[in-house]
């Protein structure tokens, strides 16, 4: 299964493609995080925090890691402090 299949509507996917026009928010992107080289991968949390930021193939794993990292903490502090 790939992890658009799995975390469609838990995770937003944003594919840029370099050679094809870009909309303004795409070229914002490509700005802020774009390195030169090309696969390159950036995994931005709910604010917008960066949790992952390289380039290079990565391993679906490792995304997969991040996402559920993500959502673990996401979950912690929703709740709010733990109560003693």
């Not at 928010?25 to 917008?48: N, T």
């Not at 991040?66 to 402090?81: C, H, L, N, T, V």
């Amino acid at each position: 299964m790939s992890l658009y299949e799995k975390y469609k509507g838990r995770v937003q996917f944003v594919i840029i493609d370099l050679d094809k026009n870009r909309s303004a928010e795409q070229q914002q992107l490509v700005k802020k995080y774009y390195k030169g080289y090309i696969p390159h991968v950036v995994v931005l949390d709910a604010d917008g925090k960066v949790l992952y930021n390289d380039d290079g193939e990565v391993d679906s794993r490792v995304i997969e890691g991040i996402f559920e990292k993500s959502f673990a903490q996401s979950r912690q502090s929703s709740r709010g402090p733990a109560s003693e």
